[in-house]
C-alpha cells in the first residue's frame, strides 16, 4: 500500500462544491488503459482520490502509484487478490470516511464516466436535497445510440426489478455506478452486509430505503469504447433476479411488519391470501372437471374468480401505496455527525 501525505490536502482551494470536503472512489480492475485519462480528469472539487487495486492482473495500482507523484490527492489501496467490485468500493468507503471525507463519489476507472460531471453529480447533495446521488444513462435518449442494445434491454428490465425490491419506484438506471453519498448516511449502512460483487448498487439502494434515505437521479451519459467488463450476462441472468426476490422480501418485512403496520401491510395479506386461496383453488377444480369430463358449476367459477379479482385490486391498492411512500426527507441532517460533519 503506498500512500500520499493528507496534509498536502489543506492547501486546495475552495471547490465548486462549497468547500465541501469531496473524496473519490475508483475500483480498480483491468483498466490500465483508461485508468490514467480518469484520474487526470477529476477537478479540484475532489479532495481524496482513492484508487483500490483489487487484485488487478493489469497491476492498474502501480500506474496509480506511478501518477500520485503529479497528484497529491491520490491514494493507492492494494487487496491481495481480487475481492470483486462491491468490496473495492467499500474498501475505499472506510478509508474516505477515516479521513474525514463529508461526500464520497464512486467513479469507475474504464472511461464510461465522465468525471468533469463530478460537481453536477454532487449538487443534490451539496444542496441538502438528497441522501444519495445516482447517475442515469437513459435520461436523453440521444444519448441512447451510444449504447449497446443488448445493454439497452438488460437496464430496462432490471429497472423494473430494481424499482420492486428497492422501493425506489421514481428511478431508472439502477446498475450505474456513477454515484455519490454523503458521509453521515454512509456510516449508517451495513458496509460489512454490502453485496462484494455486481449487485453492489442495488444492494445500496435496497439497505437505503430501510433508512428512508432520499436518493436522486442526475442525467449523465456513458461513453462506451473498447473497455471490458467481467460482468458475465449469463451468470447475472440467474442470479439477479434471485437476489432481487430476496431484496424484496426483507423490503417488505422490514418496512410494512417489523417497522410500520398499516392499511398497506393489511392489504398486502388479505390480497395474497385470496389471489393464493382464488388461483390454487381454481387450478384443482380446472383439473377434477379435466380427469371426470364435467364442467364446473357457476358458483366454482364465481368461488374461484371472485378471490382472484378481490386479491388483485388489493395488491394493486399496496403497490400504489408503496409507489407513494417513496423517501422524500433526506436524512443525513438527522443523523449523528461524523469528526469531520460540516453539511
Same mark, same amino acid.
Given at each position: 500500500?503506498?500512500?500520499? &501525505?493528507?496534509?498536502?490536502?489543506?492547501?486546495?482551494?475552495?471547490?465548486?462544491?462549497?468547500?465541501?470536503?469531496?473524496?473519490?472512489?475508483? %475500483?480498480?480492475?483491468?483498466?490500465?488503459?483508461?485508468?490514467?485519462?480518469?484520474?487526470?480528469?477529476?477537478?479540484?472539487?475532489?479532495?481524496?482520490?482513492?484508487?483500490?487495486?483489487?487484485?488487478?492482473?493489469?497491476? &492498474?495500482?502501480?500506474?496509480?502509484?506511478?501518477?500520485?507523484?503529479?497528484?497529491?490527492?491520490?491514494?493507492?489501496?492494494?487487496?491481495?487478490?481480487?475481492?470483486?467490485?462491491?468490496?473495492?468500493? /467499500?474498501?475505499?468507503?472506510?478509508?474516505?470516511?477515516?479521513?474525514?471525507?463529508? !461526500?464520497?463519489?464512486?467513479?469507475?476507472?474504464?472511461?464510461?464516466?465522465?468525471?468533469?460531471?463530478?460537481?453536477?453529480?454532487?449538487?443534490?447533495?451539496?444542496?441538502?436535497? $438528497?441522501?444519495?446521488?445516482?447517475?442515469?444513462?437513459?435520461?436523453?435518449?440521444?444519448?441512447?445510440?451510444?449504447?449497446?442494445?443488448?445493454? /439497452?434491454?438488460?437496464?430496462?428490465?432490471?429497472?423494473?426489478?430494481?424499482?420492486?425490491?428497492?422501493?425506489?419506484?421514481?428511478?431508472?438506471? +439502477?446498475?450505474?455506478?456513477?454515484?455519490?453519498?454523503? $458521509?453521515? /448516511?454512509?456510516?449508517?449502512?451495513?458496509?460489512?452486509?454490502?453485496?462484494?460483487?455486481?449487485?453492489?448498487?442495488?444492494?445500496?439502494?435496497?439497505?437505503?430505503?430501510?433508512?428512508?434515505?432520499?436518493?436522486?437521479?442526475? +442525467?449523465?451519459?456513458?461513453?462506451?469504447?473498447?473497455?471490458?467488463?467481467?460482468?458475465? +450476462?449469463?451468470?447475472?441472468?440467474?442470479?439477479?433476479?434471485?437476489?432481487?426476490?430476496?431484496?424484496?422480501?426483507?423490503?417488505? *418485512?422490514?418496512?410494512?411488519?417489523?417497522?410500520?403496520?398499516?392499511?398497506? &401491510? /393489511?392489504?398486502?395479506?388479505?390480497?395474497? $391470501?385470496?389471489?393464493?386461496?382464488?388461483?390454487?383453488?381454481?387450478?384443482?377444480?380446472?383439473?377434477?372437471?379435466?380427469?371426470?369430463?364435467?364442467?364446473?358449476? %357457476?358458483?366454482?367459477?364465481?368461488?374461484?374468480?371472485? %378471490?382472484? !379479482?378481490?386479491?388483485?385490486?388489493?395488491?394493486? &391498492?399496496?403497490?400504489? *401505496?408503496?409507489?407513494?411512500?417513496?423517501?422524500?426527507?433526506?436524512?443525513?441532517?438527522?443523523?449523528?455527525?461524523?469528526?469531520?460533519?460540516?453539511?
Amino acid at each position: 500500500m503506498s500512500t500520499t &501525505s493528507l496534509h498536502t490536502q489543506d492547501a486546495i482551494a475552495k471547490k465548486p462544491t462549497g468547500g465541501v470536503r469531496l473524496a473519490v472512489v475508483i %475500483p480498480c480492475y483491468r483498466v490500465r488503459g483508461h485508468l490514467a485519462g480518469v484520474l487526470r480528469a477529476i477537478g479540484p472539487e475532489a479532495s481524496l482520490i482513492y484508487c483500490v487495486d483489487d487484485g488487478c492482473p493489469e497491476h &492498474s495500482g502501480a500506474l496509480a502509484d506511478g501518477l500520485a507523484a503529479q497528484d497529491p490527492r491520490i491514494r493507492v489501496i492494494e487487496h491481495p487478490h481480487n475481492m470483486g467490485v462491491g468490496a473495492a468500493v /467499500v474498501t475505499g468507503y472506510r478509508a474516505a470516511l477515516a479521513d474525514g471525507a463529508e !461526500i464520497i463519489v464512486k467513479l469507475d476507472g474504464d472511461g464510461q464516466m465522465d468525471p468533469r460531471r463530478i460537481a453536477d453529480l454532487v449538487a443534490p447533495l451539496v444542496r441538502g436535497e $438528497a441522501d444519495y446521488v445516482k447517475g442515469n444513462r437513459f435520461f436523453r435518449l440521444e444519448g441512447l445510440k451510444s449504447m449497446p442494445w443488448l445493454r /439497452v434491454i438488460g437496464n430496462a428490465g432490471l429497472s423494473f426489478l430494481c424499482k420492486l425490491s428497492t422501493g425506489y419506484w421514481d428511478l431508472f438506471d +439502477p446498475t450505474n455506478g456513477y454515484t455519490a453519498i454523503h $458521509a453521515s /448516511v454512509l456510516r449508517a449502512l451495513p458496509l460489512e452486509k454490502l453485496s462484494h460483487r455486481f449487485f453492489f448498487e442495488t444492494d445500496v439502494l435496497f439497505r437505503l430505503n430501510t433508512l428512508r434515505a432520499v436518493v436522486a437521479d442526475v +442525467p449523465l451519459d456513458a461513453r462506451y469504447a473498447d473497455e471490458h467488463s467481467s460482468l458475465n +450476462p449469463l451468470k447475472a441472468l440467474v442470479q439477479f433476479p434471485v437476489y432481487h426476490a430476496r431484496s424484496f422480501l426483507k423490503r417488505i *418485512f422490514y418496512n410494512y411488519f417489523l417497522r410500520g403496520f398499516n392499511m398497506a &401491510s /393489511v392489504n398486502l395479506v388479505i390480497g395474497s $391470501a385470496l389471489l393464493t386461496f382464488g388461483v390454487a383453488f381454481g387450478l384443482i377444480q380446472w383439473i377434477r372437471g379435466a380427469y371426470l369430463d364435467v364442467l364446473a358449476s %357457476p358458483g366454482t367459477v364465481m368461488l374461484a374468480g371472485l %378471490p382472484v !379479482i378481490l386479491g388483485i385490486q388489493l395488491l394493486l &391498492s399496496f403497490i400504489s *401505496f408503496d409507489m407513494a411512500s417513496a423517501p422524500r426527507d433526506p436524512i443525513h441532517r438527522r443523523l449523528p455527525p461524523g469528526p469531520c460533519e460540516r453539511l
